[in-house]
T-cell receptor, first 114, second 113 residues
Framework: AQSVTQPDIHITVSEGASLELRCNYS??????LFWYVQSPGQGLQLLLK??????LVQGIKGFEAEFKRSQSSFNLRKPSVHWSDAAEYFC????????????FGGGTRLMVKP | GAVVSQHPSRVICKSGTSVKIECRSL??????MFWYRQFPKQSLMLMAT?????????EQGVEKDKFLINHASLTLSTLTVTSAHPEDSSFYIC?????????FGSGTRLTVV
């Protein structure tokens, strides 16, 4: 079965600082990997996704993520955080042969200090 | 493109009543719809997968008689919480798989009093 771990429940960074949110997955084959952002009481917005090809994926709002098969990781990065980036971030893994369902990590709440 | 409209966004109901949540695909045909539940400050947990014209597949531990899912058309899937109780209070989100990936509804905050 597929699973996703986000080791950091909360992260606080200063505005303008760089950010890295960790995501580790468990799946037997090449997974489909996603990062979503959720503002309080809202639905999910896709930041970026990885299906195949270049392991460094660019997303919206200046985010990027790198797929590292050897480490089973798909960490999300941003070089300079803005106060509006404060939200909950979810990493998710999907697979073609798992009924196309997504499995979500526990989420990381990002707080941004002025 | 690939928008899923979810209604209502918020609902408060009395214990013992039923609540219906709708998810409509506005510009595509949703063959498969996923229903998730999210408790406060927790992640999304898949409840069930519905396929148009067939019975939904429920995840282990989810009561299918309590959470009725109907996917009678390619543009509409509904989740009905029957005989709701306070412990059913949660955030419910639907998601559809499209040619462009997964698209999510905006969620429904259910509060049972």
């Amino acid at each position: 079965a597929q699973s996703v771990t986000q080791p950091d429940i909360h992260i606080t960074v200063s505005e303008g600082a760089s950010l890295e949110l960790r995501c580790n997955y468990s799946y037997g084959a090449t997974p489909y990997l996603f990062w979503y952002v959720q503002s309080p009481g809202q639905g999910l917005q896709l930041l970026l996704k990885y299906f195949s090809g270049d392991t460094l994926v660019q997303g919206i709002k200046g985010f990027e993520a790198e797929f590292k098969r050897s480490q089973s990781s798909f960490n999300l990065r941003k070089p300079s955080v803005h106060w509006s980036d404060a939200a909950e971030y979810f990493c998710a893994v999907g697979a073609q042969n798992a009924g196309n369902m997504l499995t979500f990590g526990g989420g990381t709440r990002l707080m941004v200090k002025p | 493109g690939a928008v899923v409209s979810q209604h209502p966004s918020r609902v408060i109901c009395k214990s013992g009543t039923s609540v219906k949540i709708e998810c409509r695909s506005l510009d595509f045909q949703a063959t498969t719809m996923f229903w998730y539940r999210q408790f406060p400050k927790q992640s999304l947990m898949l409840m069930a997968t519905s396929n148009e014209g067939s019975k939904a597949t429920y995840e282990q531990g989810v009561e299918k008689d309590k959470f009725l899912i109907n996917h009678a058309s390619l543009t509409l899937s509904t989740l009905t919480v029957t005989s709701a109780h306070p412990e059913d209070s949660s955030f419910y989100i639907c998601s559809a798989l499209t040619d462009y990936g997964y698209t999510f509804g905006s969620g429904t905050r259910l509060t049972v009093v």
